[in-house]
């Protein structure tokens, strides 16, 4: 059996929640992979900057979805995390691939859509 390789998923999360969640669904149909992403953290007394970049380096494939919204970052800092974890991934040399988040069509049941950026 080979081993499983991790992908971490990035992205703002009040925004892209659904996005989020369609990957994620997509990604567990997978075998051989696992995702990382902040809704399985949970609550730990840790630096969640440090934590999350850390977290990247440990992951064979970044995906980040990028969407309309800036997100929050540490204090005194211009970047948002998902850019740090970006920058991250890179400074790792772990293989990275942005998506644009585009507006589901109209119309019930209609999924999020990912694209390649």
């Known amino acids: ?3 499983v390789r991790r992908l971490f998923l990035s992205s703002t ?3 892209l929640d659904a996005y989020r969640e369609a990957a994620s669904r997509a990604l ?3 075998d051989g992979w696992q995702c990382v ?3 399985d953290f949970g609550a730990r007394a ?3 900057d440090a934590f999350c970049r850390q977290q990247v380096k440990s992951c064979d494939l970044f995906i980040g979805i990028i969407g309309h919204r800036f997100g929050d970052g540490p204090k005194d800092v ?3 995390y998902t850019q740090r974890e970006y920058h991250a991934a890179i400074e790792a040399k772990t293989a990275a691939t942005p998506k644009i988040a585009t507006p589901p069509t109209a119309g019930p049941g ?3 859509r990912i694209c390649q950026a």
């Open 28 to 30: 567990l149909k997978l």
């Open 37 to 39: 992403r902040m809704e």
């Open 13 to 15: 999360g009040a925004d």
């Open 1 to 3: 059996m080979s081993p």
């Open 46 to 48: 840790w630096d969640v």
């Open 78 to 80: 211009k970047e948002s």
């Open 110 to 112: 209609r999924q999020p």
